[in-house]
C-alpha cells in the first residue's frame, strides 16, 4: 500500500551532483564509490544517514558523464529525490583532456644529438599504468632540418575511447654545452664519490633526476633519491632548485655507484665534439696565439682560454666543466677507445694537442662489516642454548661501512692514492706548460685543419642555413592491428597494442618535413593505475621496457625492414653461374638434385594436405565430422597419406613431360639452325607442351611478372591453335576449327591472357582475347569480368558496364560486384530511385541475380559509405538511410541466392549506418541464420524486436534460433569441440582443480585478493569458477582476465548476477539471453572454458548450465508472484516454467560425450534439495533445480561442484560428492578449496600466496 501511495505522488526534484575522480577511470573505465549524507523519514521523524552510491563508469566516457541514480532525500508530499551525478576528471599531472584526445602538458625531450641519428626511440608515460614506446626512422636525419625542429607525434587510440587521440611534441634537448646550463654537484652516500651534471635553468627536481639517469646511464624510471646538502633534508616533489642546491646528495645503498660509466659511444661522443671545436676559426687562431708563449706561465692562461668553451663538454661523463675535467674525461675516452678499428687514428689527432690516452684508475667500492649482536643473543649463540633451530629466525643484525682507517691495507692505499695524485699534477701541469707544442703551425696548415672541412666557411654557411629550414614535422600513428591487444600473462597482468604511420601520405604541407616510418608499442597494466599495483607495475615497467627496445619491435616485419640489410655470407649472383644441369625458370633455380626432393613429401604443405584430407573424409561420410574423435583420426592420417602419394606421382609426370620436351626443344632448335626443315610434333606432345607453358605462365603471375606470363600464355595458346593477341580478327576465326574438347582451356588461356595484357597497358589486345573468351564461354563470368576490366582500361564505359551486369548475373562474387559499382560511379547511369524499383520486381521475381545487380548500380549512384578510421563505425550522412535500405536489400537477395556470406557482409554494412533500420537487423539475423551462427542471429533479430515490437518475421527468427541453438552448430561451438582432447594426455598426477565461487570481483578486496594470487604457483592446475563472478560485463571480462594469467585453464558457467542487466548496458544488450551468447564469446575470446574438456589423463571437467525453479521448494513449490528474485535479468521467454528448461536443453549436446574415470561436473545452482541453501525470504525458490541431478548423473560424475548458496557443503548423496565452498571475502590470505589433488576428489584449502 505505501508503495502505490508512494507512486502517486508528485515526481521528486532531480539534484545535480558533481563527482570529481581521476582521468584513469575514464581512460580504462571502473567504479566510483561515492558517499553522500541524505535525507530518510521513519515514523514521520527525520534522520539523516550515509549512502554509497556505485558509479560505473564505462571507458571512454564523456567528460561531463552523467548517471542517474534513484535513492536521493525523502519527502514527504513528493516522491523521493533523483541525483544525477556529474561524473568530471580532475587534472592531471602528465596529461591535459580535450575532448576524447589528450595532450602531453611537457615536451617531450629528446637526447641532445637526436637530429645526428638515424634511428629515433623514446619512451613516454601518458597516464597510471601505460607507456607508449616509439621507434622508427628519424625525420631529423638526413633531411633539411635543424636541432630545433619539433616533432608533433599523434597517436590514434591512445586517447579517451577507441578514436581518441594522445598528442605529444618531442625537441631535441638543451645541449649539455650551451651557456644556459646550470651546473649541480651530486655527492652519492654509499660510495662517497662525486659527480657533476648540467641542468637548464630554470631547473626542476625532474629535470635534475633525468641528468643524473643520463650521465649514470640508468633506465628511464630508475628512482633518484635527493637529498639537500645544506639541510639534509629531501626536496618535495614538482620543486625548483634554489640557488643553494649547487650541491645535492643521492642515495643509493641500493645500487652501488662506485665510478661514473663511461659506454664507447660516450666517449665517441666527447671526442667528436672535441673533433669539432677544434676545427673552428676561433681555435686556429687561438691556438696560433699560444705557440709563442709554449713553456711560460702565461701559456696556461692562454690555453684554458683556448679550451673553455669546449669543457662544458666534459659533463657528458661526469667531469668538472673545466680544463683538468676535460683533460681526464679525454684521457680516459681515448684509453677506452685504444683498442677500436679508429683507435690510433684518434691517438695521434688528440695527441697533437696534449691528450694521450691513460687508464683510469680502478674503482674499489667501500668494505662493509656486520653489526655486532646484542650481548644475551651472542652468550646463548656461543653455548647453544635454546630451542632446536632458534637461531635461523633471529633478525639480521645489519651492516655498516667500515673507516678506510681500519681497513688492513690503508697505509699501503693511502701512499698509492699519494703517488697517483702526485703523478697526475706532474702530468696537467706539463700540459698546462706545453699543451700546444706538439700542435703543428696552423698559419703554416692548410685550411681545413686535420678534421675536415667541418670549420669551412661554406659548411659553417650551411650550418647557418639549416636552422632557418623546416621546424616542424607531424607523424601520425594508428593501429597496427584490428581487434584486442595482445595480452601479456605477467604480474600484473599487462597487454601490448602496436601503431604505425604507414597509412599516411608520404607528402607534407610547405615548411614541414616529410615524415618517415614509425612504430609504437604502448604497454598497458590496468592494475598499474591503482595504489596497490602501482609498485608492481613500475617493477615490471622496468624490466619490460628494455626488451621491448631490443627485441620485440625488431620482431614486426614492417619495422624489421627499415634496419640495414646485413651482408650475404655468399655472393648474391652465385645462383647464376653457368653449370650443366641448372636452368633458370621465373627466377627460380632448378637442378638435377631437386629430383631427388620431389620424391618425398619433405616439401609438401602439411597444413593445406590436412584440409583436403578432412574435406575429402567429410564428402566420403556424407556429414560434418568432429575430428578430435580419435576414431576419425586414423581415416583422416589415412586420407593425408593418400593425397601425398598422389601429389609425389604428379610431380614424377611433369617432371618426366617437362625432361621430354626439353629435349623436343633443344632438338627443334639445332635443326633451325642448320635451316633444316622441321619436323612434325609428336603424337601427344602438344598436350605436354601446353601443360609446362601453364604452369610457367602461373610462377610468373604469382612472381609478379606479366611480361613474361603473357608470353608464356601465347605459347600455350598456340598449343591450341590460337594465335598471338597482335593478329587481326578475321585472321583469328579462320584458325579456330578445332573440335569442341579444348573449348574450356580455349577460353581461360584467353582469359588468362587478357589479365595478363591489361596489367601491362596493352588495354585493346586484352579486350580481343577477354571477347573471344566469352564467344567461347557465354555462360562463363570470369569472361565476361576479363571485358569489363580491359573495357574500363580503355574508357569504352559503356560496354564495361554491360559487360560486368553480366558477370554479376552470373557469378555475384566480391570482385564483379566491385568492378560494376566502380564502372557505374564513373558512368552517369539511370536514377538511384529507378535501379532501386528495378532490384524491387527483380527480387518479387525471383531474379536474384538481375536484383543485385540493380541494387549495386543504385548504391553506386550515391557517395560510398565512409567509415571511421580503423574502425567498423559508418559516418552517417544524408544518404544513410538510403544505403541502408540498398544494402539490406541487396543482401535479401543474396540470402535468396544461398550467398550467406555475403549476405552478412552487406547486412553488416546496413547495420553499420546507425539508422536503427529494423529490416537491416533482420537481414543479418537471415544471413547468420543461414551460416548456422545461431548465437548471432539471435542477437540480430533482439535488436531488430527492439526497434520495432511488431516486427513478425523478427520474432519468428528470434523463435528459430532458440529452437536452433541447443545443436551448437556455429564456430563457435565447433571451435569448443576442437578443445575437448586438447589436455587428454596431460599427466594426471601434476593437474590440481580448484573450485572459486561467489567471487564477486567488483566488491570489496576481492579484486587485491585475484591479484594477490601467486603468478607461478597454479599454471599446471585447472580453475572452476560456478557463476556470480561479477554483475556487469565489464567487471566480468577484468575478473576473467586477472584469473587466466594465474592457471592454465578455466572453466566458467554464468550465474543469476551475470545474467543481470545493468541500466549502462541497456543499449548493447536488448535481453539476458543477448548478455548469454556475449559472455560465452568473451570467454572464448580470452581462452577461458564454457564446454566439457578432458583436463589431463581419465579427468573431464563437464560444465552444465543451470537455472532455478519454484519446485526446488518442497515446502511449497509454487512461484511466489510478489518475489522478484532477479528483476534486474530479463527473458524472451516465462522466467519461472521455460528459462529452466531451456538451460536444461542445452546441456543435452554435452552429454553424448565418452566421459569416463573421473568426471568434474559444475553448475551455478543447486541440483538437489537435500543440499543446504539459505531459506529465509523464500530463497529456496530460487536457489536451484532438482532437474538437474538427472544430468549430472547422465554425465556419470563423480564430483559436483556448485556455487549460488552461502552455505558450505561437502556431502556425498548416492555415490556422488557434492562440494561447495564460497569465497567469503575475508581478506587477502584467504585460502582457495582444491576439489581434485592429482590422485583422487578431495576438499583442501590450499594458501594462494
Known amino acids: 500500500m505505501k508503495k502505490i501511495q508512494e507512486h502517486y505522488k508528485p515526481p521528486g526534484r532531480e539534484v545535480d551532483v558533481e563527482v570529481r575522480c581521476k582521468l584513469e577511470k575514464f581512460f580504462y573505465g571502473g567504479t566510483k564509490q561515492v558517499t553522500r549524507s541524505r535525507r530518510i523519514y521513519r515514523d514521520f521523524q527525520e534522520f539523516h544517514d550515509d549512502k554509497q552510491y556505485r558509479l560505473d563508469v564505462p571507458k571512454g566516457a564523456a567528460e561531463s558523464w552523467e548517471c542517474k541514480m534513484k535513492g536521493g532525500d525523502m519527502n514527504l508530499e513528493m516522491q523521493t529525490d533523483t541525483l544525477r551525478f556529474v561524473v568530471k576528471s580532475k587534472p592531471h599531472k602528465v596529461l591535459e583532456r580535450r575532448g576524447g584526445d589528450l595532450h602531453l602538458l611537457r615536451e617531450v625531450r629528446l637526447r641532445p644529438d637526436a637530429h645526428l641519428q638515424p634511428f629515433l626511440q623514446t ?103 635527493l637529498r639537500r646538502c645544506s639541510s639534509d633534508q629531501p626536496f618535495a616533489e614538482q620543486s625548483i632548485l634554489e640557488t643553494e642546491d649547487s650541491e645535492v646528495i643521492l642515495e643509493c645503498r641500493a645500487q652501488c655507484v662506485a665510478e661514473v660509466p663511461m659506454s664507447l659511444r660516450r666517449a665517441r661522443d666527447l671526442l667528436g665534439a672535441m673533433a669539432a671545436f677544434a676545427g673552428t676559426d676561433a681555435f686556429e687562431e687561438g691556438l696560433s696565439g699560444c705557440l709563442p708563449a709554449v713553456g711560460t706561465a702565461r701559456h696556461e692562461a692562454l690555453l684554458r682560454k683556448l679550451w673553455e668553451p669546449a669543457c662544458r663538454s666534459a659533463l657528458l661523463c661526469g667531469y668538472e666543466p673545466c680544463l683538468e675535467g676535460l683533460w681526464k674525461a679525454a684521457q680516459r675516452a681515448l684509453w677506452l677507445l685504444r683498442e677500436e678499428p679508429d683507435g690510433e687514428t684518434l691517438r695521434q689527432r688528440f695527441a697533437d694537442f696534449g691528450f694521450e690516452p691513460k687508464m683510469p684508475p680502478t674503482p674499489r667500492p667501500p668494505r662493509r662489516r656486520k653489526l655486532p649482536r646484542p650481548e644475551v643473543e651472542n652468550f646463548l ?97 594508428r593501429p597496427l592491428f584490428c581487434g584486442e591487444p595482445m595480452q601479456l600473462f605477467t604480474k600484473p597482468t599487462c ?44 617493477r615490471l615497467r622496468h624490466q619490460l621496457l628494455p626488451a621491448l627496445k631490443h627485441m620485440l619491435l625488431i620482431c614486426l616485419g614492417r619495422a624489421r625492414n627499415l634496419l640495414p640489410r646485413q651482408l650475404s655470407a655468399s655472393p648474391a649472383l652465385a645462383c647464376y653461374v653457368a653449370t650443366s644441369g641448372v636452368s633458370v625458370n621465373s627466377g627460380r633455380v632448378e637442378s638435377a638434385g631437386d629430383d631427388v626432393a620431389d620424391e618425398s613429401s619433405e616439401g609438401e604443405d602439411n597444413a593445406e594436405v590436412i584440409q583436403l584430407a578432412k574435406r575429402r573424409v567429410e564428402e566420403c561420410r556424407g556429414e560434418t565430422c568432429d575430428f578430435d574423435d580419435l576414431d576419425i583420426l586414423d581415416e583422416l592420417e589415412s586420407a593425408a597419406s593418400a ?26 632448335a639445332n635443326l633451325r639452325a642448320l635451316d633444316g626443315p622441321s619436323l612434325p610434333t609428336p603424337v601427344g606432345q602438344g598436350e605436354v607442351a601446353s601443360t609446362l607453358w601453364k604452369q610457367l605462365a602461373t610462377d610468373a603471375v604469382k612472381s609478379g611478372d ?25 585472321e583469328r576465326e579462320n584458325e579456330k576449327k578445332d573440335d569442341e574438347n579444348h573449348v574450356l582451356e580455349r577460353a581461360v588461356v584467353l582469359s588468362n591472357r587478357s589479365l595478363c595484357l591489361c596489367r601491362v597497358q596493352q588495354a585493346e589486345a586484352a579486350l580481343r582475347d577477354a571477347r573471344c573468351a566469352a564467344a567461347l564461354r557465354p555462360d562463363w563470368a570470369r569472361a565476361w569480368s576479363r571485358i569489363g576490366a580491359a573495357a574500363f582500361a580503355q574508357s569504352a564505359l559503356s560496354e564495361a558496364c554491360e559487360a560486368w551486369r553480366k558477370a554479376v548475373q552470373l557469378d555475384s562474387s566480391e570482385e564483379n560486384l566491385r568492378g560494376l559499382e566502380e564502372t557505374c560511379r564513373r558512368k552517369a547511369t539511370s536514377s538511384v530511385r529507378e535501379c532501386k524499383e528495378q532490384g524491387n520486381l527483380a527480387l518479387r521475381g525471383k531474379d536474384w541475380g538481375l536484383a543485385i545487380c540493380c541494387y549495386t548500380e543504385a548504391l553506386a ?84 524486436l527492439k526497434a520495432e515490437e511488431r516486427n513478425l518475421a523478427a520474432s519468428k527468427g528470434r523463435q528459430s534460433c532458440l529452437q536452433l541453438a541447443p545443436r551448437w552448430s556455429s564456430s563457435a561451438a565447433a571451435y569448443r569441440r576442437r578443445r575437448f582432447l586438447r589436455d587428454a594426455g596431460r ?112 579427468v573431464y571437467v563437464v560444465p552444465l548450465f543451470s537455472w532455478y525453479n519454484a519446485e526446488f521448494d518442497v515446502a511449497d513449490p509454487f512461484p511466489d508472484p510478489q518475489l522478484q528474485h532477479d528483476k534486474y535479468a530479463k527473458w524472451p521467454m516465462d522466467p519461472n516454467h521455460q528459462v529452466w528448461r531451456y538451460m536444461m536443453a542445452l546441456n543435452r549436446d554435452y552429454l553424448q560425450k565418452p566421459y569416463h574415470d573421473t568426471v568434474i561436473t559444475c553448475s551455478h545452482f543447486v541440483p538437489r534439495s537435500e543440499l543446504p541453501v539459505v531459506q529465509e525470504f523464500s530463497m529456496a525458490k530460487a536457489s536451484g533445480c532438482a532437474e538437474l541431478d538427472d544430468q549430472v548423473r547422465q554425465a556419470r560424475s563423480s564430483c559436483h561442484v556448485y556455487g549460488h548458496s552461502s552455505k558450505q557443503c561437502g556431502k556425498e548423496i548416492e555415490g556422488v560428492i557434492y562440494l561447495n565452498a564460497p569465497h567469503k571475502g575475508g581478506g587477502l590470505e584467504e585460502p582457495i578449496p582444491c576439489v581434485f589433488n592429482g590422485e583422487k576428489v578431495c576438499c583442501e584449502m590450499v594458501s594462494v600466496h
Not at 499 to 521: C, D, I, W
Not at 1034 to 1041: H, N
Not at 1046 to 1052: A, D, E, H, S
Request: aromatic share 8%.
Open 123 to 225: 619512451a613516454v608515460s601518458t597516464v597510471e599504468g601505460r607507456t607508449v614506446l616509439l621507434w622508427g626512422q628519424n625525420p631529423l636525419y638526413s633531411q633539411a632540418a635543424s636541432s630545433s625542429t619539433v616533432l608533433h607525434v599523434s597517436v590514434e587510440g591512445e586517447g579517451i575511447g577507441d578514436r581518441g587521440h594522445l598528442h605529444l611534441s618531442a625537441r631535441v634537448g638543451t645541449k649539455t654545452g650551451s651557456q644556459e646550463t646550470r651546473i649541480v654537484t651530486v655527492k652519492t652516500t654509499y660510495t662517497k664519490i662525486k659527480f657533476c651534471v648540467g641542468v637548464s635553468v630554470p631547473a626542476s627536481l625532474e629535470d635534475l633526476q633525468e641528468s643524473i639517469r643520463e650521465v649514470l646511464q640508468w633506465p628511464e624510471d630508475h628512482p633518484v633519491n
Open 381 to 477: 649463540l656461543r653455548n647453544a642454548l635454546g630451542p632446536a633451530s632458534w637461531s635461523d629466525s633471529l633478525p639480521d643484525p645489519g651492516s655498516e661501512t667500515e673507516p678506510e682507517e681500519e681497513a688492513p691495507d690503508y697505509e699501503e692505499r693511502k701512499a698509492q692514492q699519494l703517488r697517483e695524485t702526485e703523478e697526475h699534477e706532474r702530468a696537467f701541469l706539463h700540459f698546462l706548460r706545453h699543451g700546444a707544442g706538439h700542435a703543428p703551425d696552423r698559419r703554416r696548415a692548410k685550411r681545413l685543419g686535420p678534421f675536415g672541412a667541418a670549420a669551412h666557411p661554406l659548411m659553417l654557411r650551411r650550418a647557418a642555413k639549416r636552422a632557418e629550414l623546416a621546424s616542424e614535422c607531424s607523424l601520425q600513428l
Open 495 to 538: 597487454f601490448l597494442q602496436f601503431y604505425s604511420n604507414a597509412g599516411q601520405s608520404a607528402h607534407a604541407r610547405p615548411g614541414q618535413l616529410e615524415p618517415t616510418p614509425m612504430f609504437a608499442v604502448a604497454v598497458c597494466c590496468p592494475t598499474g593505475a591503482k595504489k596497490a599495483g602501482k609498485e608492481e607495475w613500475m
Open 643 to 668: 593425397i601425398r602419394k598422389e601429389r609425389r606421382e604428379q610431380r614424377r609426370r611433369l617432371r618426366a613431360a617437362r625432361e621430354s620436351w626439353m629435349r623436343e626443344a633443344k632438338r627443334e
Open 706 to 730: 606479366y611480361y613474361l606470363a603473357q608470353w608464356y600464355y601465347s605459347k600455350e595458346a598456340h598449343c591450341y591453335g590460337l594465335l598471338a593477341p597482335e593478329m587481326e580478327s578475321d
Open 861 to 944: 549512384g550515391i557517395p560510398p559509405q565512409k567509415y571511421m578510421e580503423q574502425s567498423d563505425t559508418a559516418i552517417q550522412d544524408d544518404y544513410s538511410l538510403l544505403r541502408s535500405i540498398l544494402f539490406a536489400n541487396r543482401s535479401a537477395a543474396f540470402a535468396s541466392a544461398g550467398r550467406w556470406q555475403a549476405a552478412v557482409r552487406d547486412a553488416n554494412c546496413a547495420v553499420a549506418e546507425g539508422q536503427a533500420y529494423p529490416k537491416a537487423f533482420c537481414r543479418l539475423g537471415v544471413a547468420l541464420l543461414g551460416c548456422s551462427e545461431n548465437e548471432g542471429a539471435y542477437v540480430a533479430f533482439a535488436k531488430s
Open 987 to 1098: 599427466p594426471r598426477c601434476r593437474t590440481r582443480v580448484f573450485l572459486l565461487s561467489e567471487l564477486r570481483f567488483g566488491q570489496g578486496s576481492n579484486e587485491a585478493w585475484v591479484h594477490g594470487i601467486h603468478a607461478t604457483k597454479f599454471l599446471d592446475d585447472v580453475l572452476i569458477l560456478t557463476g556470480n563472478v561479477a554483475d556487469s560485463f565489464r567487471a566480468l571480462e577484468r575478473g576473467l582476465t586477472a584469473l587466466r594469467s594465474k592457471f592454465r585453464r578455466i572453466f566458467f558457467v554464468p550465474g543469476n548476477n551475470e545474467m543481470w542487466i545493468t541500466p549502462v548496458e541497456m543499449e548493447r544488450f536488448p535481453d539476458s539471453v543477448c548478455k548469454f551468447w556475449a559472455i560465452l564469446e568473451m570467454c572464448d575470446r580470452l581462452g577461458v572454458d564454457v564446454a566439457p574438456a578432458a583436463i589431463c589423463e581419465g
